[in-house]
């Protein structure tokens, strides 16, 4: 499942079944782990940690076999930065039941996160403003900048992946000049 960082109401849902239909009545519990440093979520307050207190929370029956717990992404007071995804670690550990399966929750790139990790780079001249710019903008039209190839004096060849589609575009002066070739 994919997710914005800044979202508030994350459901975090596990579905159980068997040959005989949905299983209902069980103990279930969920554990959030940081996938870019190992660390889990302590549930008691929001913080990812090497050992938390409270590395479980159970999950509410919703009936018809499935199991939920909504989380807010924007509590959670040390998500870092470059965390690209969360593994969910779901757990039935009613007796004669016990069983783990997991899902990753891939966290997207906000609007703000793009501006905030190209700023450092264009202070040390690793980036310039402009393809802060083509950056921002392909996020606001759903697209992913690949790369940004210097043409000519005024004029850069993007590359950008939309719908499995590698398209380019040609980037005059104004932004607004961008037709696809």
Same mark, same amino acid.
């Given at each position: ?5 800044? $979202?508030?109401?994350?459901?975090? #849902? /596990? !579905?159980?079944? &068997? ?6 009545? %069980? !103990? ?10 190992? $660390?889990?979520?302590?549930? &008691?307050?929001? #913080? ?10 159970? %999950?509410?029956? /919703?009936?018809?076999?499935? +199991?939920?717990? $909504? /989380? ?20 039935? #550990? ?12 891939? %966290?997207?790139? &906000? ?6 990790? /190209?700023?450092? =780079? ?16 392909? +996020?606001?039209?759903?697209?992913? *900048?690949?790369?940004?190839? &210097? ?16 398209? *380019?575009?040609?980037?005059? =002066? ?8």
């Amino acid at each position: 499942m994919q997710v914005e960082r800044t $979202d508030t109401l994350v459901p975090l #849902t /596990l !579905a159980v079944s &068997s040959q005989s239909g949905p299983e209902t009545g %069980l !103990a279930t519990v969920v554990a959030v782990r940081d996938t870019l440093n190992g $660390d889990y979520l302590d549930f &008691s307050d929001l #913080t990812f940690k090497a050992s938390p207190t409270i590395k479980k929370t159970p %999950l509410v029956e /919703l009936g018809n076999g499935f +199991y939920n717990k $909504d /989380l807010d992404l924007t509590s959670i007071t040390n998500l870092p930065t470059g965390t690209r995804h969360l593994g969910l670690e779901f757990e039935i #550990t009613t007796s004669g039941k016990q069983s783990v399966t997991s899902e990753i929750l891939t %966290l997207r790139a &906000s609007l703000y996160d793009i501006p905030a990790a /190209l700023l450092a =780079k264009i202070v040390d001249g690793a980036v310039t403003v402009q393809t802060l710019f083509a950056r921002t903008n392909a +996020y606001i039209r759903g697209k992913i *900048l690949l790369d940004t190839v &210097s043409a000519a004096p005024d004029t850069d060849v993007e590359y950008y992946a939309e719908n499995n589609t590698t398209k *380019l575009f040609e980037n005059r =002066k104004a932004p607004t000049d961008r037709t696809p070739q």
